[in-house]
């Protein structure tokens, strides 16, 4: 016989704490942005130039992750197409988050990607690289028109596949002779242009806009607004909003944080009957965006990057009840180099996957203390911090993302 699961449905049919559950979701546009309006406000005026058929100063966002750039950039976006259908100008906006797998990962399927959202059509693979981009140009400057793309997450784009792609992007106005482009790249990384060509910085860089984190007292009113419309009448208890809200100010005031922690507190209560969110559903509620944080770094980050986390995840497994679980740099090189054979890929120097630890080390999915070794230098011993219970997962995806 079946397991019964009609009370289980009727419960959510019945039960639910919610009126409008995607309001604290990442794709809702809000009718108002509490505390960015000077932002909004400087980007509007460098992009009202589109109205009157010019094309704007490329321009360059960046801020942590949830503090309004995204949003900021299309509710601008929206504001000026509304504006235009008024006057009868006619401007496109291209919009690519550049952190989506097989989408922003080479430089091909990049432009692969570009070329079909403007209707264009283009094989996966297959192609060389410098027909990819005649093709692109094609398509653009098939007709007078002025076209803005947005790149989200460029940082992440550049970090997979280098800044080369941005530089054609950023000279190809001195190929067009029908159409004009503009770019607007945002970035959680707010040293990202530091780091990249001094050519593409000037070019892609000609204005530049910082969005502040938000602090504990702006993020509760951005949470007050979006519960009065996300949750039923009194389905909050008091101070869950304001232990939301200080959970995210210190993840740098990350709005997007505090709105998931919101809305996953109200699931779980919700699948366990309750009438009302409460305190310690904030706490559950972080444990799992905790775990479900280290996952979508691991499947995000580039092969490299997954070579040498999966290089100690298997030097843990052999060291355990050896020494504690701990090794050093060398062990770590070693093990990655016959890895990188294994599956043909080009290894990196040791400085370089050096660099690669202390990235992981700061993400936090490794402890690596530096040991001074005498006279033979120092080097770092290394322990594995990823909660046991997610040990497996992790594992299992890097097998299969490198194909092991």
Same mark, same amino acid.
């Given at each position: 016989?079946?397991?019964?699961?009609?009370?289980?449905?009727?419960?959510?049919?019945?039960?639910?704490?919610?009126?409008?559950?995607?309001?604290?979701?990442?794709?809702?546009?809000?009718?108002?942005?509490?505390?960015?309006?000077?932002?909004?406000?400087?980007?509007?005026?460098?992009?009202?130039?589109? $109205?009157?058929?010019?094309?704007?100063?490329?321009?360059?966002?960046?801020?942590?992750?949830?503090?309004?750039?995204?949003?900021?950039?299309?509710?601008?976006?929206?504001?000026?197409?509304?504006?235009?259908?008024?006057?009868?100008?006619?401007?496109?906006?291209?919009?690519?988050? *550049?952190?989506?797998?097989?989408?922003?990962?080479?430089?091909?399927?990049?432009?692969?990607?570009?070329?079909?959202?403007?209707?264009?059509?283009?094989?996966?693979?297959?192609?060389?690289? =410098?027909?990819?981009?005649?093709?692109?140009?094609? $398509?653009?400057?098939?007709?007078?028109?002025?076209? /803005?793309?947005?790149? +989200?997450?460029?940082?992440?784009?550049?970090?997979?596949?280098?800044?080369?792609?941005?530089?054609?992007?950023?000279?190809?106005?001195?190929?067009?002779?029908?159409?004009?482009?503009?770019?607007?790249?945002?970035?959680? =990384?707010?040293?990202?242009? &530091?780091?990249?060509?001094?050519?593409?910085?000037?070019?892609?860089?000609?204005?530049?806009?910082?969005?502040?984190?938000?602090?504990?007292?702006?993020?509760?009113?951005?949470?007050? @607004?979006? *519960?009065?419309?996300?949750?039923?009448?009194?389905?909050?208890? +008091?101070? /869950?909003?304001?232990? *939301?809200?200080?959970?995210?100010?210190?993840?740098?005031?990350?709005?997007?944080?505090?709105?998931?922690?919101?809305?996953?507190?109200?699931?779980?209560?919700?699948?366990?009957?309750?009438?009302?969110?409460?305190?310690?559903?904030?706490?559950?509620?972080?444990?799992?965006?905790?775990?479900?944080?280290?996952?979508?770094?691991?499947?995000?980050?580039?092969?490299?990057?997954?070579?040498?986390?999966?290089?100690?995840?298997?030097?843990?497994?052999?060291?355990?009840?050896?020494?504690?679980?701990?090794?050093?740099?060398?062990?770590?090189?070693?093990?990655?180099? &016959?890895? *990188?054979?294994?599956?043909?890929?080009?290894?990196?120097?040791?400085?370089?996957?050096?660099?690669?630890?202390?990235?992981?080390?700061? $993400?936090?999915?490794?402890?690596?203390?530096?040991?001074?070794?005498?006279?033979?230098?120092?080097?770092?011993?290394?322990?594995?911090?990823?909660?046991? @219970?997610?040990? +497996?997962?992790?594992?299992?995806?890097?097998?299969?993302?490198?194909?092991?």
């Amino acid at each position: 016989m079946g397991v019964e699961l009609g009370n289980i449905f009727d419960s959510a049919i019945n039960n639910s704490l919610f009126q409008n559950k995607g309001v604290l979701q990442v794709r809702y546009t809000p009718e108002s942005i509490p505390h960015r309006d000077e932002q909004i406000k400087s980007i509007a005026s460098i992009l009202a130039s589109t $109205l009157r058929g010019e094309r704007p100063s490329n321009l360059f966002v960046y801020g942590k992750t949830g503090t309004g750039k995204t949003l900021s950039i299309q509710y601008v976006q929206d504001e000026l197409m509304k504006k235009a259908e008024e006057l009868g100008v006619e401007i496109k906006f291209e919009y690519l988050n *550049c952190k989506l797998k097989k989408v922003a990962d080479t430089e091909y399927r990049i432009v692969a990607a570009l070329i079909r959202q403007l209707g264009g059509t283009i094989p996966t693979t297959g192609l060389p690289t =410098d027909q990819v981009w005649s093709k692109f140009i094609e $398509l653009v400057d098939s007709k007078k028109q002025l076209i /803005v793309f947005i790149f +989200d997450e460029i940082d992440s784009a550049v970090k997979k596949i280098s800044d080369g792609f941005l530089y054609s992007l950023t000279r190809l106005n001195s190929e067009l002779s029908n159409a004009q482009i503009s770019l607007i790249g945002i970035s959680n =990384d707010v040293t990202f242009l &530091e780091n990249i060509d001094p050519r593409v910085r000037s070019s892609l860089g000609e204005e530049e806009f910082v969005f502040p984190p938000y602090n504990a007292i702006q993020l509760q009113e951005i949470l007050n @607004n979006r *519960c009065e419309k996300a949750f039923k009448e009194g389905a909050i208890a +008091d101070g /869950v909003v304001a232990k *939301c809200a200080a959970y995210a100010a210190r993840e740098h005031g990350d709005a997007r944080r505090a709105l998931d922690l919101l809305r996953i507190a109200g699931e779980l209560s919700e699948r366990e009957g309750k009438k009302l969110v409460e305190e310690d559903y904030i706490d559950l509620a972080n444990n799992k965006m905790e775990r479900d944080k280290i996952l979508d770094i691991v499947d995000s980050e580039p092969k490299q990057f997954q070579l040498v986390l999966y290089s100690i995840i298997q030097l843990t497994k052999k060291a355990k009840g050896e020494d504690g679980d701990k090794f050093f740099t060398g062990d770590v090189y070693n093990y990655y180099q &016959e890895l *990188c054979g294994d599956t043909k890929t080009d290894p990196l120097t040791q400085r370089r996957i050096s660099d690669i630890l202390a990235e992981i080390d700061m $993400l936090g999915l490794i402890n690596a203390k530096v040991i001074s070794k005498g006279r033979h230098g120092r080097t770092r011993e290394i322990k594995l911090s990823i909660p046991s @219970n997610l040990f +497996d997962k992790v594992e299992a995806m890097l097998v299969d993302s490198l194909g092991i």
